[in-house]
């Protein structure tokens, strides 16, 4: 496994580890208040960090829900849910214990999208890796997204940095995810 470095999101509110090759998109362009960005650009792997309300979904639905949403937001051509895996105390432990966190889940599957203002020819296969922590006491939703490439269009403007064709970030992607999740503090609402 890679080494994770601390990193202070929302001002210091929420601690999280993440590789030390994630670099804070908010230090090129502009990001929402409610999301942090870090992406890897060599590998064209990003990790989203973000608050949202919470949604109209029982914890058994929450995981597809979350999912897709994400899928239409991205403007997905094609998207297919594989799974929902709960998520238990020795998953989350700075979070589920302590009441932080009332449910948790990690929702995977795989979007074909495209970059920006790109079209379809450009699209990629990407496989998404989602974490949904329900956090009653302030009425939201901690979503921890992992993107990770399966396949980039030569027409994309990823393989200007990554390169076309397959890609093998995504082969350790759960165990990444997991690995933050474990590190994964909040300090304050």
């Known amino acids: 496994m890679e080494a994770l470095v601390k990193r202070e999101l929302y001002g210091g509110a929420i601690e999280l580890h993440i590789p030390a090759r994630f670099v804070d998109i908010s230090d090129f362009r502009p990001v929402p208040d409610h ?32 999912w897709q949403d994400a899928a239409e937001a991205a403007e997905s051509s094609h998207s297919e ?34 970059k920006g203002r790109q079209g379809a020819d450009a699209a990629n296969r990407v496989e998404v890796r989602m974490a949904v922590l329900r956090l009653p006491r302030a009425h939201s939703e901690l979503l921890l997204t992992l993107n990770s490439p399966l396949s980039i269009s030569p027409a994309s403007q990823s393989a200007q940095h990554a390169g076309a064709g397959e890609r093998r970030a995504y082969q350790a992607s759960g165990p990444l995810l997991q690995a933050m999740l474990q590190t994964l503090q909040v300090h304050d609402w």
């Open 35 to 66: 999301q942090e960005v870090w992406a890897d650009a060599r590998e064209d792997q990003s990790l989203v960090v973000e608050v949202v309300e919470r949604l109209e979904a029982g914890n058994a639905e929450c995981g597809r829900v979350a």
């Open 81 to 114: 849910l594989q799974g929902v895996q709960q998520l238990g105390p020795g998953d989350v432990p700075h979070l589920l214990p302590s009441g932080v966190c009332a449910y948790a889940c990690v929702a995977h599957g795989v979007q074909t999208v495209s």
